[in-house]
């Protein structure tokens, strides 16, 4: 059986606290609100910023459809303008006077329908403008927010790191206190046992598995020297002995 003096064991719980408090800042920094917060913000500006995409590139059409509707209406009212100035001079015969006079009927009429579908893609152009806008300001909106709660995070990270750097050095304090041998062996146990190498026994009870020790583990453990390191029969950890043992 291990040997090490009983207040190098005991002290043993000083290192376990420690490190059961360095698990709890690890588990605080993986599962941080802060850190949730921000990936759901930045999930939905991803796709707001799609949506905008999407419809920067429909207004992108529309302005398009707008420049091809006024360059045809502009086509019409040059060629009408053009006739209008011929019939007005009074040159040419009068059949081609009577059929510049027809003609420019029907640019009248071609002109109403092109003006018509002009207003129609002017307006489709603020619609789709409009969609753009609010998106747009969803998106300000977003980042704005995201760069408060990467605030938040990054200073909830930092306090962990404080804390986790307090204790890595007064771990290392308690562990220069204890035998490298017994550090070793509390090292070696607790790998596989969710992190708790050791445990105190209080009132014949195992603090690591909450279970009581039966009527021979609790004799062997009466019987070992102050020295002994001595095991939980059920759980494996190392068990500290005190005046709150029962023994």
């Known amino acids: 059986m291990p040997k090490a003096p009983a207040i190098d064991q005991q002290r043993l ?66 060629r009408a303008d053009r006739n209008t100035k011929r019939l007005e001079s009074g040159q040419g015969s009068a059949k081609d006077l009577q059929g510049l006079q027809h003609e420019l009927e029907s640019l009248a009429r071609r002109q109403s329908v092109l003006e018509d579908e002009e207003l129609e893609v002017m307006e489709r152009l603020e619609q789709v403008q409009a969609a753009a806008a609010e998106l747009a300001g969803q998106d300000a909106e977003l980042e704005a927010r995201a760069v408060e709660v990467t605030s938040r995070r990054d200073a909830a990270l930092e306090e962990i790191s404080g804390e986790e750097r307090a204790v890595v050095a007064r771990r290392e304090a308690v562990a220069m206190t204890v035998e490298d041998a017994l550090v070793a062996l509390y090292e070696k146990v607790r790998a596989p046992r969710g992190g708790v190498g050791a445990a105190l026994l209080r009132a014949r009870r195992c603090e690591g598995c909450r279970l009581e ?11 070992a020297a102050s020295d002994e390191v001595v095991f939980c029969e059920e759980c494996g950890r190392i068990l500290v002995r005190t005046d709150e043992s029962g023994l």
């Open 13 to 78: 719980l000083d290192l376990q606290s420690l490190d059961t408090r360095l698990a709890q800042l690890a588990h605080r920094r993986a599962t941080l609100p802060e850190q949730a917060e921000l990936d759901a913000v930045l999930a939905e500006r991803r796709t707001v910023g799609d949506r905008l995409v999407a419809a920067r590139t429909l207004v992108g059409d529309a302005e398009r459809d707008v420049a091809r509707a006024e360059a045809a209406v502009q086509q019409v009212r040059d």
């Open 213 to 223: 020790l039966n009527a021979s583990d609790l004799a062997a453990t009466r019987a």
